[in-house]
């Protein structure tokens, strides 16, 4: 009977605290309906409101910031190569020590008693021509050496002596050419030129006829120009 009385109780007091929550105090209601709700500003409800536009703070009306324009950076196109090679103001690197140094390249002509003589003329004719008279002599001599009887290398031996005014030496070589060959044309013509060159113009103009009888037309055109024949 006792138990029953309990819990009984019990169940009592447990319906009358849920009671208690469901149905709150006037007072607590009050507090909540203390706010005017028709103050309230509700967009929804009034959409036509107009509201006043939201004002900076103090501290910016009173130090306004200040604008700084930056200058706007440089463009530049990029470079062809992006890595180019460093510079190096040092001294040359050394010489490895197993590259032996090279020698200087020396040309020693052969000497003219080695060449054929084949070559030796050629080699003559080309001094001549480059007024390379001394060479040019060095040349006929091992020339006249191996046949004394070419009129024509004594005509260019005594060409060379004339270049470089040896006249008494060219004309013996003149001569020579002209006994060997009595009408060696080109031998008289420039007997006639060294003729001049010494001032022997009566001896010049016997070799000049001689030159063009036997047909020399440089020895006939000197004769025309400057002797009137």
Known sequence: MKTLILLLAFILTINCISMAQRNPREDKQNSIDRVDREKVENPVRN????REPIQPPNREKENPPTVINLPEPDYSPPHCNPHPPIPYDGPPPERPPHYPRVPPIIYNPPALDELPLSEVYELGILNLDLELYSEAIKC?????????????????????????EIYDRAIKDFKNA???????????YYLGLTEISLGNI????????????FG???AESLLKKYFKY
């Open 216 to 218: 020399n037309e440089k």
């Open 47 to 50: 959409p036509d409101q107009k």
């Open 178 to 188: 002209v006994k060997i060959n009595k009408s060696y044309a080109d031998g008289y």
């Open 202 to 213: 009566d001896e010049a103009i016997v070799d000049f006829e001689l030159a063009a009888e």
């Open 140 to 164: 006929f001599n091992i020339l006249l050496t191996d046949d004394p009887l070419n009129y024509e290398f004594y005509c260019f031996r005594g060409r060379a002596y004339h270049g470089l």
